[in-house]
C-alpha cells in the first residue's frame, strides 16, 4: 500500500517528466539525501537541471521562485519545516498574493510552497508548530492541506501543473508514513466526496461514517493528520458509547467553503471542530462562527479541540499534553451528545 510520502514523491516527478516549466527548489534536497523528510528523493538524479539546492535562506528561495514565475515557469518551494514561513510571509502576502490584482490579471505567480508542519516528533517549540492560520483569509493565496484519503499526490500534482495562482501546501509531519486509503480499501468507513460547485476549487471534502450506522447526531469537521485521530476515536465513540458521527474532512482550507460543514450540521445540529493548531483565532473558530452565521439556533451545541496556548515542548509527555489526541475527541464528544 502507498504512503502518503510516496504519494507525494510520484507527484513531483511526474510534474517534473510532464512540464519542463515546472523546478523544484529547497533545502538539502539533492541525492542522496533527498530533502528532510524524503520526499524530494529521486528527483536530483532524474532531473538534475531542474532539483535546486539553495542556501539556508527562505525569503531568498520564495524570492527566487516568485521572479521564476513572474517568467513563465511553474516553480515547487520546498521549505523544510512549517515554522519558517514566517520568514517568507512578506513576500507571500504582499508580493505573489497580490500581483493578479495590481496588474489587472496580465500576470499570475504559479508557485507552490510544501511546507512540513505539526509535531508529535519531539522536535521543540520552533519545529513543531502547525501555523497555516497565519495565511488563513489572505486574498490570493489558496491553502491545501492533504490527508491520508484517497490520492494527495493527485492534489499536489493538479496545485503544480494548473493552479496559476500562489498555493500553500500543507503536509503533516506524520502523515508521510500512514498509508493512502482509497474508497475501496476502508472497511470500517463508508466515504463520500463534495466537490465544490466552484470550479477553481479543485481539492474535494470527504464525509465519513461509519458503515451501516445509524444516522450520525453529531458533526466532526476537522483537516490533515487530525483526520487519522478523529477516525479512530469515531469508531470508539460508536462501538462503546453508540454515538454516531460524520465526519467531514477538507482539504481546501482557503478560499474557504463552508458548504459540506453546513450540509452535515443541518441534519446532526451538532459540532465538534478538531485542529492541531492552537485553539485561540484558529480555523475551528472560524468554522464554528461561520457555522453560527449560517444555522443560528439549528447548532444545539458546538466545541473546539485544538492544541493549548502555549510553546510546543521538547519533551515527549509535555508535547502529548499540549497537542489534541484522541480521548480529548471522545470526551468532547460525549460532553456534546
Known sequence: MQTVLESLNQALHTALA???????????????????????RGLSTAFPD?????????????????????????PVVEIMFGDFITLIADQVIN???????????????????????????????????????????????????????????????????????????????????????????????????????????????????????????????????????????????????????DLVVLTQLSPFNIEPIINSVHRTHHLLVVEEGTCTLGWGAEVLARSVENLGKEIYKAARVASLDVAIPASGPLESAVLPDIDDIIQAAKKMV
Open 18 to 40: 510532464s512540464d519542463e516549466r515546472v523546478y523544484v527548489l529547497g533545502e538539502d534536497i539533492l541525492d542522496p539525501y533527498g530533502g528532510a523528510f524524503k520526499v524530494t
Open 50 to 74: 531542474r532539483t535546486m539546492t539553495t542556501p539556508i535562506s527562505e525569503a531568498g528561495i520564495f524570492g527566487v521562485a516568485t521572479g521564476m514565475a513572474l517568467r513563465g515557469l511553474r
Open 95 to 245: 508580493h505573489a498574493a497580490k500581483f493578479r490584482y495590481m496588474y489587472n490579471e496580465q500576470l499570475s505567480v504559479p508557485v507552490v510552497m510544501r511546507v512540513p508542519m505539526g509535531g508529535r516528533r519531539g522536535y521543540g517549540p520552533t519545529h513543531s508548530q502547525t501555523l497555516e492560520k497565519i495565511f488563513l483569509g489572505i486574498p490570493g493565496i489558496r491553502i491545501l492541506a492533504p490527508c491520508s484519503l484517497k490520492d494527495p499526490g493527485k492534489l499536489l500534482l493538479h496545485a503544480i501543473l494548473h493552479d496559476d495562482d500562489p498555493v500553500l501546501f500543507i503536509e503533516n509531519k506524520i502523515l508521510y508514513s500512514r498509508p493512502v486509503l482509497s474508497h475501496e480499501e476502508d472497511n470500517d468507513f463508508k466515504i463520500t466526496t463534495s466537490d465544490s460547485q466552484n470550479q477553481s476549487d479543485y481539492a474535494p471534502a470527504f464525509h465519513l461514517s461509519i458503515r451501516e450506522a445509524p444516522s450520525p447526531s453529531l458533526t466532526i469537521a476537522t483537516y490533515g493528520y487530525m483526520v487519522d485521530l478523529c477516525r479512530q476515536a469515531v469508531l470508539q465513540l460508536a462501538y462503546e458509547d453508540e454515538i454516531f458521527i
